[in-house]
């Protein structure tokens, strides 16, 4: 039979920039991206996942400057603690990428001389204003009485000699690309906000060399400029695939190098918050452009959430760091409380309160309650092991399409909302049969319908809490290597639980905090 050919999926973060350590917001982009790859990994597509760091520029040159550190110093501190953190929140990129990686720092130069050279890169002069915060100039209609209303800080006035990329020369062919969905931009609110800015407004050229700013890339041909962080920044979904920067673009990957060889450009999938979708659908796919690259196929951008109703920041003193809540609660659980924060694409508030309803709610009580029941019964009822595969049908256990079509269309928070209701059904299938007064073999049928919905189960949880399923199988008495190994079709399909298996109940999946 001829095999299917496999479909590859190549995933981004937008990279960090290391003024700050990580906190429950940029863990939110990386967890979502995170469930998005294994779910593609797990339905066997070929998966490259990409996150980093931004680590140029004058914002980092004066926390550098305030800390009284080498900005290298404190770049590679910081980046570490970006890397540690993912670790530790069991994330799965086949890559991190920095920006102050030598073979990243050759490539962008060779891009600058490339577009140089090819008339996109012209001398001239910036007069205008900065927002450090942003780092991005800004026009007086983006501001509120002189301040961005993101950072809440004056922007600067800057006037200097600079160089710019010709990006009102993509105006039209942005439009065009935007609108037909060739570059798909959503949700859709988020398009047609960027379609009404092109519409609207004259694309202007972007300077984008710094005189001033040292910490930055060298520009090729006037070394006493630096490039603007946020062309550096953006090449790295490139250069993170190990293109070195030579134009015809080969981003071929070598054999052992990496991922083996394949061709991963475009992103199928970019994610990020609103505060960077207008650089991301006007300078990044410009330049591409320019480059004669293929633009990325989806920009996806999720909403920005809040403390306690306010914004997360360091002065207000609310900012949580995702290792307090693995501290607290456990990885899995730290990502499950993330994803669903709040409905994926729109903002959201975050509590202490709110997180420990949710937690209690629907592991300790849901999930990690309904694990343990069955599985006492299981070993009281059936001696432990499973006797026969019953056939049974029950359309409720069947959730394939939904789950696969919320997966689809990134609804990760109302994904995991069905399979909490899927443990929910199989609560009250326990309740309305009285199970538990069962015995013979109609303990048997009905306990293997149970156990065996928790296994399919367990396939749907694993892009989110990956940690658990392997749990689960094991003390469904699978391996949960070979168990994953199965295609994912074949998986979810009835009867894998085989009889025989030594059914065992080990510890407690969430423990009750107080
Ligand atoms: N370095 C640039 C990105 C360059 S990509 C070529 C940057 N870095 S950042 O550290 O400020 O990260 C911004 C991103 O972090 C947001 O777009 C979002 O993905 C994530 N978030 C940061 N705070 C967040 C919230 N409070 N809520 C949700 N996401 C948040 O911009």
């Keep these: ?86 670790d530790n929140l069991n994330i799965s990129n086949d890559y991190f990428i920095r920006t102050t990686d030598q073979a990243h720092i050759k490539a962008v130069s060779q891009v600058l001389q490339f577009l140089y050279d090819k008339g996109y890169i012209y001398k001239s002069r910036y007069s205008g204003l900065y927002c450090l915060g942003c780092e991005q100039f800004k026009t007086e209609n983006q501001l509120v009485n002189g301040e961005c209303p993101e950072h809440k800080k004056k922007a600067e006035k800057i006037s200097e000699q600079c160089y710019s990329f010709k990006l009102s020369a993509f105006q039209e062919e942005l439009l065009k690309k935007i609108k037909s969905d060739e570059f798909k931009i959503r949700p859709q609110e988020r398009k047609n906000e960027i379609l009404s800015f092109l519409k609207n407004e004259k ?65 199928d999938l970019q994610l990020m918050s609103k505060d960077i979708l207008r650089v991301h659908a006007t ?39 995702p290792d307090e809540l693995i ?27 709110k997180i420990q309803d949710k937690y209690n709610a629907d592991l300790v009580n849901g999930l990690g309650n309904l694990v343990s029941r069955v599985l006492t019964m299981a070993e009281k009822k059936l001696g432990g092991v499973v006797q026969a595969i019953y056939k049974i049908k029950d359309k409720n256990l069947e959730i394939k399409d939904q789950y696969q079509k919320a997966m689809a269309n990134l609804e990760l928070d109302q994904a995991f909302e069905l399979l909490v209701n899927y443990g929910k059904y199989l609560d009250n299938y326990i309740e309305k049969n009285k199970i538990y007064k069962k015995e013979g073999p109609e303990a048997e049928k ?15 949880l ?52 107080k």
């Design 1 to 86: 039979m001829a095999q299917k050919k496999q479909n590859k999926f190549y995933i981004t973060t937008p990279i960090y920039y290391v003024n700050d350590l990580p906190h429950l917001g940029t863990a939110y982009t990386t967890v979502a991206v995170d469930i998005l790859a294994r779910y593609h990994r797990m339905i066997k597509d070929n998966v490259f996942f990409l996150t980093g760091t931004d680590e140029h520029g004058l914002k980092i040159e004066n926390q550098a400057k305030l800390k009284k550190k080498a900005p290298q110093e404190l770049v590679d501190e910081i980046s570490a603690q970006f890397s540690l953190a993912w």
């Design 203 to 267: 694309l202007q050229d972007v300077a984008i060399s710094r005189k001033k700013v040292r910490w930055g890339i060298p520009f090729p041909f006037a070394k006493n400029h630096t490039t603007y962080v946020w062309i550096d920044a953006f090449l790295n979904y490139l250069t993170g695939l190990g293109w070195d920067g030579k134009i015809p673009f080969n981003p071929l990957l070598k054999e052992g190098k990496r991922k083996g060889e394949l061709d991963f450009w475009p992103p």
């Design 446 to 460: 009905h306990l293997y319908l149970l156990l065996e919905a928790l296994r399919i189960l367990s396939w749907y």
């Design 327 to 353: 501290k607290k609660f456990g990885v899995d659980t730290t990502r499950f409380l993330l994803i669903t924060a709040c409905p994926f694409g729109r903002d959201g508030d975050i509590s202490w309160q």
């Design 462 to 513: 694993l892009p989110f809490i990956p940690e658990t399923t392997d749990k689960i199988f094991s003390q469904l008495g699978l391996d949960a290597t070979k168990e994953k190994e199965k295609s994912f079709v074949k998986a979810i399909g009835w009867g894998g639980l085989p009889p025989g298996a030594k059914v065992k109940k080990e510890g407690i999946l969430f423990p009750r905090i």
């Design 283 to 321: 300078i990044w796919p410009g330049l591409l452009l320019a480059l004669g690259l293929p633009l990325p196929k989806q920009l996806f951008i999720h909403g920005f959430f809040t403390i306690d109703g306010q914004k997360m920041s360091k002065s207000l003193g609310n900012v949580i760091r």
